[in-house]
């Protein structure tokens, strides 16, 4: 399982793992099923502390994407793709909020708003 790390775009490592997982699981790139590397495993091959993917893990459970069975493993559980896409829709409905309170505050139109996300898309594409 792939998951890159950046120490330098401020968000938490145990975040950056929990939203990386999360992501795959919501686009079926991990399975119904599917066994997890262990806390260990996965922070060895990330090289970061086991306290970083634990914390990772203990949020995917927390929210219902994992689902740990005592001496077994970490299991992708079974969820609802349309709660889980809706709760990223609202997630993204916040940010986007902010940006346009920013924005007014700024004198910033929409559309160099737009255009911003344009150049942004276009960079990640």
Not at 46 to 55: D, E, M, P
């Amino acid at each position: 399982m792939e998951i890159i790390i950046s120490n330098s775009n401020g968000v938490a490592i145990y975040e950056q793992i929990k939203n990386q997982i999360k992501s795959k699981i919501i686009t079926n790139e991990l399975q119904v099923g599917e066994q997890l590397p262990s806390i260990r495993a996965l922070a060895k091959d990330l090289r970061c502390s086991v306290i970083t993917t634990k914390n990772a893990y203990e949020e995917l459970e927390k929210e219902g994407y994992v689902k740990t069975i005592p001496a077994k493993g970490i299991y992708v559980a079974p969820i609802n793709h349309e709660l889980a896409r809706e709760e990223e829709l609202k997630k993204l409905e916040n940010l986007l909020d902010n940006v346009l309170q920013l924005a007014k505050i700024n004198n910033i139109k929409k559309e160099e708003i737009i255009k911003m996300l344009n150049i942004l898309d276009e960079e990640t594409n």
